[in-house]
């Protein structure tokens, strides 16, 4: 997985490892458009990589990855990945897999649709 992510990074982005399961990739001066179709592209080869593991194709679709941007010029980190958690939280409880955001939340994408399980 950090081998899709490191080949998706944007010039001025940052990665890291948090809560033993979960990769943040910061993509500083990315538009949401950009964020969504980097999200987009590590959804669509996470899967091959995971399954390059020995995990079967249903449970290597058990992937939430979620994206989000400062709400204004006083959000801190702690404030921004509070509601990042909050977003993976609701989505893994309602098993909804793929790309999802609050904007998006209820609609279903593109590539979201053919990964259905």
């Known amino acids: 997985m950090s081998d899709v992510c490191f ?14 399961t979960k990769i943040v990739m910061v993509l500083n001066g990315t538009n949401r458009e950009k964020a969504l179709a980097i999200a987009q ?6 899967v091959p990589a995971i399954r390059q593991l020995g995990v079967d194709e249903y449970n290597a679709q058990m992937i939430v990855i979620t994206y989000s941007d400062r709400k204004n010029v006083n959000d801190t980190f702690e404030s ?23 904007e998006l939340r209820g609609k279903a994408l593109p590539e979201k649709q053919d990964s259905k399980i």
């Open 7 to 20: 080949s998706n990074l944007t010039p001025n982005a940052n990665i890291g490892r948090v809560d033993k």
């Open 41 to 46: 592209k590590i959804m669509k080869e996470s």
């Open 80 to 102: 921004m990945w509070s509601r990042l958690r909050r977003h993976i939280k609701t989505a893994l409880k309602s098993r909804e897999y793929g790309v999802i955001s609050s």
